[in-house]
Antibody
């Protein structure tokens, strides 16, 4: 059974930093791109970032480019999102999501974690 | 950026009825369109990808259709567990994946 478990969320002041983790199980982690998707309170879904299976290819939404950095440690089946220069508008539940197929370039998410809440407030 | 719109914002239906949800893209996304279901307090769940292919374990009462910029999700014989928010998502313009604002399916 595929499982994704996010952690690292919390309350941070504007301008601060936070590092999210997503631990995966139940599939060959290194074979699949994984994504971060966020959802502001009461709002819709917003794609944030993706990293390829081997970690060599990354992409970001314009809203976070230059502030967020995605990475992965395939030896630990874990993906990370380093979030710097946080803004109030980054407040959201952050989900990690697995790509349905093992190639970069197809953004269909067949499994999601339960999410971790990031609150940016003074 | 491709902008996705969904209509209606809220759809009130009764169990056993059929629900038709619409999704429109600001430009063609070919068949690269997915649908997700989200219940309160839960993560989204993949229902449909490539416009009309049901994901593993999704009941046959869910069906998707359309092409280009106009898409439809149809739920036949609504069951109580189907009342949720439904999002469409385009993945044609990699990596600029975008979601629609959602349709809330209400009793």
């Amino acid at each position: 059974e595929v499982q994704l478990l996010e952690s690292g969320g919390g309350l941070v002041q504007p301008g601060g930093s936070l590092r999210l983790s997503c631990e995966a199980a139940g599939f060959t982690f290194s074979n699949y791109p994984v994504h971060w998707v966020r959802q502001a309170p009461g709002k819709g879904l917003e794609w944030v970032s993706v990293i390829s299976g081997r970690g060599g290819d990354t992409n970001y939404a314009d809203a976070v480019k230059g502030r967020f950095r995605i990475s992965r440690d395939n030896s630990k089946n874990t993906m990370f999102l380093q979030m710097n220069s946080l803004k109030v508008e980054d407040t959201a539940v952050y989900y990690c999501a697995k790509s349905r197929i093992g190639v970069t370039g197809v953004g269909v998410f067949d499994h999601w974690g339960q999410g971790t809440l990031v609150t940016v407030s003074s | 950026e491709i902008v996705m719109t969904q209509s209606p914002a809220t759809l009130s239906v009764s169990p056993g009825e059929r629900a038709t949800l619409s999704c429109r893209a600001s430009q063609s996304v070919r068949s690269n369109l997915a649908w997700y279901q989200q219940k309160p307090g839960q993560a989204p769940r993949l229902l449909i990808y490539e416009t009309s292919t049901r994901a593993t374990g999704v009941p046959a009462r869910f069906s998707g259709s359309g092409s280009g910029a106009e898409f439809t999700l149809t739920i036949s014989g609504l069951q109580s567990e189907d009342f949720a928010v439904y999002y469409c998502q385009q993945y044609d313009r990699w990596p600029l994946i975008t979601f629609g604002p959602g349709t809330k399916l209400d009793i």
